[in-house]
């Protein structure tokens, strides 16, 4: 019998959950291994698009932030890629807002371990409890949390609990993880099993240790955040995905109550059938979204590219630079595309005269633009995208 509750008297509410460690013994149905096929397709088109366009970091790059924006929100803030984006802009950095604040550490924390894993080696070795606790420091640093945290980059040295998401003004404890004196050693065990091999596909796994890391919720803040991160940098580490160009908090966000009413049911009744096939499902279907937008911010750049083959060089330049930043200041784009202040006012003022630009605002000094185009492809829902013509078939 599946018994991960354990009581416990000196603990708040009187009991915990202490799951055991992976791998869980499972005979994966033919349902759950017809969904890691799926999803393994899907991400496989993810990752061959990325090879085979020219450009790829410059397309991708603006999905970082969707991915950064969903993550927020999951957590309960409104933070939106144009938040982020014009907080950017701005430069000021004390005059952010926590929550936006918050999002923009998210994006430094996955380039940051990003770049630490690949210049490590794409291998499950490499993801290791300082890279883990280095994530959550850079998540954590000047960000927004409910009490402050004490302990940004260390695990938690106190009890923690989960209240009814739907129900918060009842204060009804749903969840209380394992004790703190645990942490510790259930992350060791954890991390051993992400450094070997598997008997299971390398989705399943993903899906496995996420579960792990949620339930043992190794830090008093920022565990959601950082499970996603793990489980995008799992992606990388099993050879799944060359780069994480690929986001789960939105699938997370909006299947918010099913997604914890799965967790729970792994840890009250062992019900591992059910959450493998939400959470498989969740990365198929975000594989096609972030497909279906990254061939439309392809087909947008290659546009631009033939529209001003024969332009000025300040404008080549600086639509390079809008994919990384759509909003902008002319101050931000003479510095980004290095050069003079009047070169790069007469590029924003031919963006703006063919509907590449538009002005945010109405100052005459200070001006901010914005180029629409992405920010459409970027921020509109991902059911109202128009089908893009370029994604490969296969």
């Known amino acids: 019998m599946y018994r991960p509750v354990r009581s416990d008297r000196g603990v708040p509410f009187g009991k915990f959950y202490k799951p055991d460690p992976l791998p869980p013994d499972l005979a994966l149905s033919d349902t759950v291994l017809k969904h890691v096929e799926r999803a393994a397709h899907a991400l496989g088109r993810l990752d061959g698009f ?51 604040q918050e999002a923009l550490n998210y994006v430094e924390a996955l380039r940051e371990a990003s770049a630490r894993l690949l210049a490590a080696g794409r291998s499950r070795e490499n993801i290791t409890a300082d890279l883990i606790k280095d994530l959550h420091e850079t998540v954590m640093e000047t960000g927004y949390t409910d009490e402050a945290d004490p302990l940004p980059g260390q695990f938690r040295p106190d009890y923690a609990w989960i209240e009814e998401s739907n129900e918060p003004w009842k204060q009804s404890v749903r969840f209380v993880p394992p004790k703190a004196a645990m942490v510790e050693s259930m992350m060791a065990d954890l991390l051993s099993y992400v450094q070997s091999s598997s008997k299971y596909p390398a989705i399943v796994d993903v899906a496995l240790v996420h579960y792990q890391i949620e339930t043992i919720h190794p830090f008093t803040d920022g565990n959601g955040r950082v499970g996603r991160l793990v489980a995008l940098l799992l992606l990388v580490a099993c050879d799944l995905l060359t780069t994480p ?41 975000q594989a096609e979204e972030v497909l279906s937008r990254a061939s439309l911010l392809h087909e947008l750049h290659e546009s631009y590219g033939a529209r001003y083959a024969s332009g000025p060089q300040s404008v080549q330049r600086l639509l390079e630079v809008l994919f990384e930043q759509p909003y902008l200041t002319v101050p931000t784009a003479a510095e980004r595309i290095d050069m003079s202040y009047p070169a790069a006012n007469s590029a924003v003022e031919q963006l703006v005269e063919d509907d590449v630009l538009s002005q945010v605002d109405t100052k005459e000094r200070n001006r901010e633009f914005v180029a629409m185009q992405i920010m459409d492809i970027v921020e509109r829902d991902a059911a109202n995208l128009p089908a893009p013509s370029s994604v490969l078939r296969s």
């Open 245 to 285: 160009l690929f986001y789960m908090s939105a699938y997370i966000k909006e299947n918010r109550e099913e997604y914890t009413d799965r967790l729970l049911a792994v840890s009250e009744d062992g019900a591992w059938e059910e959450w493998l096939q939400f959470f498989i499902t969740g990365m198929r279907d």
């Open 50 to 100: 990325r090879t085979q366009v020219d450009a790829a970091a410059t397309v991708f790059r603006p999905l970082l932030y969707k991915e950064a924006e969903q993550s927020s929100q999951v957590e309960g803030t409104q933070v939106t890629t144009t938040d982020m984006y014009r907080a950017t802009a701005a430069g000021d950095t004390a005059a952010r807002s926590r929550d936006v």
